[in-house]
């Protein structure tokens, strides 16, 4: 028995092989795109989507039979899959014709080592040639297939490493040789073939993934929370300020919900009422009470695409074009960053807004003065961006400064758990110290003081500003850095 059963096994690997060629019937394939949403450390968050592709009946072409190329992003194609053309093999060459008749030839499964072949789209290199590097083979559906490995044409972090198996495509998905995309090593989005089923049986799987099916899409970040705060610094010459934007409670218009925005200039001591927002299919929504809503984001517009939005600071509407869109990471998260067109260079980052502010875009195209940049922002799991020039809460104005008689701030560095001393031959009304984000962490009044000592235990590490208000209404601001 041992020795007939090798030839046992060669007939049935034979026999079932016949008939499975790239344009059979009955051969479908499941690609998984994942795009990084949140930290590459955890590689787990991540946008993970499948498209099915195969075949939906066949037609007859210039007395040409071709296989209806078909793509879903169900588990299994159905009525409503979406049609992308026609693909007819003859000799190991596979062709496509896509929706608009023209033809390309998809595969050549008869390469031989250091043949090429000419990738048209989307690499961002002149030279856009891979070569076979090596053959070897697979065994695939009980016959053994050709693994062509290509060389990359891309100079690093952008990287392509392409794998064609005979018969089956490419690991990147069937159709990848005529619409290709590169890979940055930096920032690990990936297209993989997860699996290739013929006549329902898998018949190829990428060891990479443990299911052929993924679909786990993870929401756009939020622009509305609760609590969400962002600092912006206006500077005008040598003085600048630093105004406090934030969500606060809701409120209902025409049946329709919106979260209040409030600014304050005082560090939160006073909140004023801004605007309504609203956000709703990555769109982002402001009103006023007393006129319709415009809208100020849209956050689903691709490379190219324009739109017009509302600036209020900026007194009116314009049309804003999108030149870009990349992944940039603040603090430790991954989001979308979109280049607009215009003079100033303006961005806008995925649920964070802006890079002048949340309701600030395009005021340069209206306004001189003042200058406008957000210098950070905050939601209840902390701070999601830094402005990396300024700090996160500044100011600087020379109105009611004391120029004279300063107050001497002893010891400052201070180490936490020290008392700190406050002195002035004018006497004191008031002291408030403030955190870097704006937040008041002590506020003192006096029956007015020549002298104040204040305990640091309850302080955390960090740098402060001290405001300090003497008897004649005098301003002094002074930075305090805790150790």
Avoid at 120 to 149: A, C, M, P, R, W
Avoid at 304 to 309: F, V, Y
Avoid at 355 to 378: E, L, R, T
């Amino acid at each position: 028995m041992k020795k007939i059963f090798p030839l046992l096994l060669t007939i049935l690997i034979y026999s079932n092989g016949i008939g499975q060629n790239f344009n059979a019937p009955e051969l479908s394939w499941d690609v998984a795109k994942q795009l990084v949403n949140t930290s590459p450390n955890y590689p787990s968050n991540v946008d993970t989507i499948t498209s099915v592709y195969g075949y939906t009946g066949d037609t007859i072409i210039e007395n040409q039979t071709w296989q209806k190329l078909s793509f879903t992003y169900e588990e299994s194609l159905n009525e409503n899959s979406i049609p992308l053309g026609f693909i007819q093999q003859e000799e190991h060459i596979v062709s496509f014709k896509d929706t608009n008749e023209v033809v390309h030839q998809l595969y050549n499964f008869n390469l031989n080592i250091g043949d090429s072949v000419l990738y048209f789209e989307g690499l961002g290199s002149e030279n856009n040639y891979l070569f076979v590097e090596y053959i070897d083979s697979i065994l695939i559906n009980g016959t053994y297939k050709k693994q062509f490995h290509f060389s990359t044409s891309l100079n690093p972090p952008y990287l392509l490493n392409e794998i064609w198996i005979e018969d089956i495509g490419s690991i990147h998905g069937p159709l990848f040789p005529i619409n290709p995309c590169h890979f940055s090593s930096e920032m690990p989005s990936d297209i993989k073939l997860t699996c290739c089923f013929f006549e329902d049986d898998i018949i190829w799987d990428n060891p990479d993934f443990a299911y052929c099916y993924y679909h786990s899409v993870l929401p756009s970040p939020n622009f509305i929370e609760e609590g969400k705060q962002w600092n912006v610094r206006l500077s005008n010459f040598e003085n600048y300020i630093t105004e406090i934007l934030l969500f606060m409670g809701d409120s209902i218009i025409d049946n329709v919900n919106y979260k209040k925005l409030y600014t304050s200039y005082d560090s939160l001591n006073t909140l004023h009422f801004k605007a309504l927002i609203r956000e709703e299919n990555n769109k982002v929504y402001l009103r006023h009470y007393n006129q319709a809503e415009a809208l100020i984001y849209d956050f689903n517009l691709t490379i190219g695409e324009s739109t017009t939005i509302y600036s209020p600071e900026g007194q009116g509407f314009i049309e804003i074009t999108v030149n870009d869109i990349s992944w940039v990471e603040y603090e430790g998260f991954f989001r979308k960053k979109y280049t607009l067109d215009g003079n100033y260079e303006e961005y806008w980052m995925e649920g964070i807004g802006s890079c002048f502010g949340p309701i600030y875009s395009k005021v340069y195209d209206f306004i001189v003065c003042p200058d406008w940049m957000m210098s950070c922002a905050y939601n209840e799991e902390g701070q999601i961006y830094q402005y990396q020039d300024y700090p996160c809460y500044d100011l600087k104005t020379g109105i009611n400064e004391i120029q004279e008689n300063k107050v001497v701030i002893y010891p400052n560095p201070i180490q936490s758990g020290q008392v700190l001393q406050l002195s002035n031959p004018i006497q004191m009304k008031s002291i408030n110290i403030f955190d870097y984000s704006g937040q008041l962490i002590i506020s003192i009044n006096y029956d007015f003081s020549n002298q104040v000592f204040i305990p640091t235990d309850k302080i955390k590490k960090g740098i402060y500003i001290i405001k300090i208000e003497d008897k004649n209404g005098k301003l002094q601001i002074s930075k305090l850095i805790v150790s």
